[in-house]
Structures are given as structure tokens and as C-alpha cells.
């Protein structure tokens, strides 16, 4: 197909043919899996224990031969003092951001980053975000936290690599972003988690202030799935009068998929940087990637000098579309199920928060979508999820119990499970920082 | 002089003599000052107003024919909602960072950054790093403030560029960032305000962490000029076993200047990128540079392609020094001495903060020597300043009045003017951002 100028941000990679993506795969991942195991005694012990030589690995598909690695084996190893413990495979002097992630799961895992990691970081970024329409003279806010985790500092550099005006604004500071925003003739964009353009929109309406009167055309999202459930993306766009895009990577590998304008799906962002693999999330096996397949996404990096991955899993579950897209990006496309570990089983049910989110869209306006299920107690859960909803500013109090039954109702009708509902006012739930659908508080975790 | 290979950051430009500093000078004014009339009216306007054209601007002399700018007319410019104002002299889709200064007196004055802008502001900050002993392997964490300000995202960038390991840490987490670094078996660095030392040690002690065993061994000090006054920087020093050195910086300029392992001031750093005039603040008169010279400075880009300055009043006070440092750095080194805008006049008697500063270390351990004037009239201050003083954990509540009356009595015979003290406990007035020494609330100033 004929292909427009301003399409693609790198057009030689990501219009690649399938044949090609995979001989540059094959390339770099023999590359990277000898320099892994040149640099790094733990990728070496790995691929002795697994009986299986570097040499060996020069395919994607001889992949399977090596066991998974889990992000807790390397925050495991940074706990005895350890810059960046098991996978630093280059020296210190070469390392120049040190960044953390996993802070929701268990322990931070510090992540190490050469100059050409965060080219590389700022290179697939810039395609997501050309992709989800983004172009040099934009004026963005990056409304993300810049306080040691990726998303701010290493995502503000994606925007800046792409040539927008980028504005490191950070969280906390709904009111002042508001006055800023509307102050300026320019329409601008925003990077931050869906959930905060909700926030958002509950501090303008307190401070009286139309969100569409701000001058907010574009929102850029991340860091949580919300976008792809039905009618919470179309409750942005109307609130502010935005398009609104998803975007999806990860703190640990920093690779950025976003959705082009046919919203059909994230597209698959970084050809070249990493291999994705699909697996079934309990025996391990590797699904074949054909369209509709789903499964966990496991990474293996394949340009990584500092800390690479080698089939580290992602615990994302994934649907993947590998039919072509009208764009012209060859890459696969996916959409996120939800997270492994966000699932909850129900008597035997699986329940992912998507799927919540889903059912309490079809009750808007009378709920914003916003929810939080807290579990205090360890699995099995044979009574009803504690699930907390918020409920639409204009909903008489009298009509409040009659709504919760009609939430219980639902789910128990649409998702097989019983739900003791607790409804909450607007604006308690949905934070500045990425949103957090289930609370295990038994095993220590926190409502924020 | 013999150089030692490690001694500089860049040997060429750190190393010109005066006359091949002063002939780049004059080659990059006249490009600047073409480049701002060329691309804006509100400096063609500027030159028109004074009768000059920028044809006859070829020397750093030429410069005394134009007239001062001020941060507050480019920020009054951007009040009616346009982004950069009227000092912008790059097409918007050229600019990839946006931030903001000036947020202490005034208005927030917003700047732009081109790409080249950004690797000059990355330069000079790694001259400045460089000479204050900072090497690629180091590890650093930066705890300056991200949001919006340049002193966080464009300062880290400058140990990026120099090669340190960065974290970008921000501020607010001071008991998390102790027991990180404590975490750590490499020692490690610290950016930040020298009274954010003084505040981590208060939050070390009321944790019970003995500030020497968290291995944070050198400080790299900015934003605030307290390491130049007698005892303070000895203080800091001791409290955590460390290297404290100074540095100092504008967020409009994006200039970084750093002390040498000389500690006989700090050295100019921005040579090649900005001009820097002493002028007399009160006649604007053009001060000879000559060693020990006092003034205030002016500072004109040389170098800079979104938002260039042209006389901009810095309202810094310095006392410059031209004779040649043991380092080898061939540039001037200066002191900082206040703030115009700090300095407060009691029946005719200027009275600087760092003076104050001065006295109080003078007491030390007694006092902590972090203090706080609060004006809340407008001048004439004819009545005794209200000045808040720290006290030491240690002394008795029963000889704080006797402690007050004798820091009012060191001040009247020090300083010449009098004080109403109120002495306050330790870890009250130091902050995780820049302190602010004066305050004056009449015109709308808070303490923060």
C-alpha cells in the first residue's frame, strides 16, 4: 500500500514484512544472548542448568529452551545492597539512570540504563506515540510521577525524542495544571493514567471550572487498561472534548505499543528491541501467535546493555491481532486482558477487573466506572467480593441501595460472581497515580 | 601548566586564556544577536528603541549599548496565554522541553528548550560537575524538585551527560531515601540544597539512623548559597562524612558553575554560551572584571535558540575573581553574595541573608543556623525584624531566652541592625526545597 509521509516515525521498521521482523529477531537475539552470557554469571548458570549453550540460541524459537526468569528473582538480588543485582551486564561507569519498578507487587526492582538504552527507550516511545497521533509542535503535559519510576523521568523522553514540547508537570497538582492549561491559547495533550483524566475532571467541576473550556484536545494514556473497556473512553473524550488514546509498555523493559486511528488494538511498538512471546500462564507452554490467540506476555530483550531480559514474565495477559492493519504497521496489534495477579477467582471463577469495569460502564452515568475490590482475607474467596463503586455526584441518596442491588445483580448475571457492593461518593477512588483495582491488604498491600 | 588527563570535563574550552575566551565571545554574540533580531520583534523593537543595529553589536563591549531586560517583561508577555512569550525565537515545532522559573518572586516565567539547547545546558552542567569532583561510576541521587522546574529533569541530565549513575529521586521521601542509600553498599552522591542536608540529618536522627553509616559521601550543592558561609559547609561535612561542594545555576540560563577541589569560589562554566557582565545594580553602570570585584550580574546568550536572554538582571550579587586558579581552569571563579531582591534595608543598613547566616554559625551548635526573616509591612522597616532562629535539640528549654537576647546582640554588633528573634526547634525551617531566607508576606509571599 502506498504509504503517507507523516505515517510512521520509523517507517523502515514498522512496516517490516513478517519474514523481515523475524531474520532481525533472529539477528539480534543471537547477539544478545552471547553478550547475556559473556557479561552476566547468572545468564550463564541459567543457560548451563537449562543444558543448552549460547550458541545454541539463535532462533526465536529456541526461546523455549531456556526457563522463565521473574522480576522478583532480580529485586531478590538487589536486596543485599546490590546496585542492580543478577542481570547488570554492563560495568557501572557505562550506566548512567538508575530507575525503579514494580513498587505495586512486592519489591521495587532497581533497572540500570545505558546512553543506548535510553536511545532506544526514546526510539520505540516515539513510535507509540507517533502512532496515537502525536507530532512535533504538540504541547504536552507529562502528568506522570517523576519520583524514581520510569513513567516520568524515561517516558518524558519519548515525547521530547518524538519533538513535542513537553512539559515535565508531574503529579499532585490538579488545580494548578487546570489554571495552566486553560491559560494558554494553544490546544494541549497530556500523558498520564486514565483514571486521572477522571480525577481531573472531579477537581474541575469542584473549582467550577467546564473541562471542555480548558482547551485539553488530546490525551495520551497509560499504565492502566481502562481505555479499552466500552464507554470509558467514550466518557473521556466527551468530558473534555479530547481523543483519547491507549498506550501500553512496561517499566522494566521500556518499550512503548500505542493504538493508531483505527483503534484496533495497541500496536506491538518494539520491533527490534525485544521479543514478545505468548504463553499459557500455567503450564508455561508457548502459544503460537496466531490472530485472537491469547496469552502472558513474556519479554526477552534483544539491544540491552545494561539489563537485558531473557523470557522474563510479564504476568500481563493479552489478546493478540496479527491481521493487517489499515494503518500500514506491520507489527502484531493486542489488546491487555489484565494482569495475572489482578485476577481473582471467585469459586472457582476468574474474574478480571476489566471485566468489572466493563459491567459498571454499562451502568453510567449513574456510576463513573471508578471501583476498588479490597480482598483482607487469603484465597479461597468463597463469600462476597468487597467491591467499593463510585456513584454518580447526581444520584439521589435514597436511590442508593436500590443501585447497589442493581451492581450486584449484574455482575452475578454477567460475571458468575456475588459482590457486596459499598457505594462511595465521586472522586474517592480514582488517584493522581496509577489506579489500583484490587487490594490484597492480606498480603500487605495498601489502599492508596 | 601540565593538565592531568582526568582534570577536565573539556580541556579546549576549560582551559582558553582570556583573549581566546573573549574572541569566541564576540563570534557567537554577533550570530546571537543577528539570530534574535532576525527571528524577534521584541528584540529587532528593542534595538530600533536604543538606535543600535545588531550589525554594530560585535564585542562583549558592544553589549553596554543595549538596555537591560527583566525576567518579569518575558513573563508578563506570557500572562495573556501565549506559551513562550516574547523572547521565543524558535518555531514552536523545533522546542522539545518546556519549563518554568522564577517561581519564588513573582510569576513563573515559562522557557523553552531546542534540542541543541538541551545538549548545551547538559555541557556546562558537566563542566560544573566534573570540577566539583563527580566522575562517570558514580552513584547519585538527585533530590531536587522535578515538576515543572528545570532544576529537576534538566539537572539530572547534566550528570547523565557527565555519566554518573542518576536516580531521580525528587523530593518528599526523605525516610525512604535513607534507607535506600543505606540499602546500598556503594557509596553514593546527593544533589539538593544544602539545607535539605541539614533536613535529612533531622530526619535520620528522629529515626534513629546515625547519618555517617548511610555511605552518602559527597554532596553536590545548588539553589541555595549557605555552603559559602564559615561553619555551614563544615557542618554538613561532618554531620555525614562527606564532600560537600557548591554550585551554581539559573533556570532561565540553564548555566552550571562549579567550586574545584581549590574551594576559592565557584568557576564560571558557561564559557562559549553566555556572556556574563557586572554591572552596578543601583546605576546599571558596567563594572570593570577585575579580581574581587562586586556587582550584580547580567547575562547575555550566546548560544541558544528557543528563548535567548539579552541582558537579562539576574539580580544576583557576586564578587568575581580573575587571578588563576591551582586547578587550571582558566575561566572566573566568583562568590555568590545574595539576592538584590533578598537583601533587606533596615534604617539604611543593607542587611544580606548569607550575613545573617554568617553570625548564627557563629553559634553553632547551639543554633543550626537555618533561620527565616518574615517582613509583613512594606518598607521602611523601621522596628525590630522578626527573625525565627533554629535552637538545637539539646539546649535546655530554660536558656533559650538568654540564647535569644545574645543572637540579637551578636547581630546589633555584627550587622548594625535589630532583631526580634524567636527561636523555634531544629528540622522547623529547613526544607526539601529551595528555603527561603526572607519572606515577605505583604506583597503576597508565603512560608512555606
Redesign the interface.
Known sequence: MATMPDRFWNEAIETLSPGEVRRLENERLTEQVAYDVATSPFYRAKLDRAGVTADEIRHVEDLARIPFMEKGEVADSQA????LGINQCA?????????ATGGTTGQPMRI?LT?RD?ADYGEVGARALWAMGC???D?VFECMN???YAG??SD?LT??TL????????V??SERLLRMMA????PVGIWATPSYAVRLAEVAAQLGIEPRSVGLRRGYFSGEAGLQVPGYRERIQDTWGMVARDQYGTGELGLHSGECEEQNGVHFGGVGIAIAELIDPDSGEVLPFTDGRQGEVVYTSIRRQACPLLRMRSHDLMQVFTEPCPCGRTSFRFRILGRSDDMFIVKGVNVFPLSVQAVLMRLAPRVTGEFRVVIDRPPPIDYPVPLTVEVARDVPTAQHEALAREVATRLQAELNFTAAVTLVGPGTIATEVKTRRVVRTYRGEVVQ
Chains 1, 2 share one sequence.
Open positions: 543485599d545492597g546490590t546496585l560495568p557501572l561507569d557505562t550506566i548512567v539512570r538508575i530507575q540500570g546512553r535510553i507530532r512535533p509542535g504541547i517523576y519520583n524514581l516520568g523521568l518524558h515525547f521530547e519533538g513535542a514540547a513537553t512539559i515535565p508537570f508531574g499532585g497538582h491559560g494558554l491559547r494553544d
